[in-house]
T-cell receptor
Framework: NAGVTQTPKFQVLKTGQSMTLQCAQD?????MYWYRQDPGMGLRLIYY???????DKGEVPNGYNVSRLNKREFSLRLESAAPSQTSVYFC?????????????????FGDGTRLSIL | QQQVKQSPQSLIVQKGGIPIINCAYE??????FPWYQQFPGKGPALLIA?????SEKKEGRFTISFNKSAKQFSLHIMDSQPGDSATYFC??????????FGTGTRLQVTL
């Protein structure tokens, strides 16, 4: 049972380099999310995709782009990496909550990508 | 802008103690309040969650207390064990299942 798989697990970049973080889920979830985790700041939402074909900005989208490649895959791209983007990046997925039908479903997280930008 | 405030930042208790972690929120549109547990090197995992029409929810040794009028909720861990040592995040969600997280509490349970 893979759940949410993130690649790579670790990466070191130089300022100005570009990189794509990959995320795939095998739970047939509709919604996918990218977060960053920084010490003392919890997890902050970068971008999310409520369903295949849609993407929206979260709390801290500047410097990032995303692509919902298909229902399973949601990638995060840093076009020109900056030291301020050094962080641990988490991808998550869930079924969306629809109004009053049923209860909220938990978000399932991958184990993260640890990214250092020098 | 921190919409969910969490305290304390860190907590050390002895085995068998009852650590309590508190959270407060501002946005009255939040209507689902999960707690996540995170071990080093792993992603967060859902521990327990509550809706605002309920004042308390228990699952095993974990209890959420919810005070809607005060816009506060807390996590209690009964009979804490060294294996409970982890970072705990409260969160809140509304539309599109977008989670807003607290800043986290690092719990250490000593023998």
């Amino acid at each position: 049972n893979a759940g949410v798989t993130q690649t790579p697990k670790f990466q070191v970049l130089k300022t100005g380099q570009s990189m794509t973080l990959q995320c795939a889920q095998d739970m047939n979830h509709n919604s996918m999310y990218w977060y960053r985790q920084d010490p003392g700041m919890g997890l902050r939402l970068i971008y999310y995709s409520a369903s295949e074909g849609t993407t929206d900005k979260g709390e801290v989208p500047n410097g990032y782009n995303v692509s919902r490649l298909n229902k399973r895959e949601f990638s995060l791209r840093l076009e020109s990496a900056a030291p301020s983007q050094t962080s641990v990046y988490f991808c998550a997925s869930t079924f969306p909550r629809w109004g009053e039908w049923g209860s909220n479903q938990p978000q399932h997280f991958g184990d993260g990508t640890r990214l250092s930008i020098l | 802008q921190q919409q969910v405030k969490q305290s304390p930042q860190s907590l050390i208790v002895q085995k068998g103690g009852i650590p309590i972690i508190n959270c407060a929120y501002e946005n009255t549109a939040f209507d689902y309040f999960p707690w996540y547990q995170q071990f080093p090197g792993k992603g967060p995992a859902l521990l327990i969650a509550i809706r605002p029409d309920v004042s308390e929810k228990k699952e095993g040794r974990f209890t959420i207390s919810f005070n809607k009028s005060a816009k506060q909720f807390s996590l209690h861990i009964m009979d804490s064990q060294p294996g409970d040592s982890a970072t705990y995040f409260c969160a809140a969600t509304g539309t599109a299942s977008k989670l807003t997280f607290g800043t986290g509490t690092r719990l250490q349970v000593t023998l």
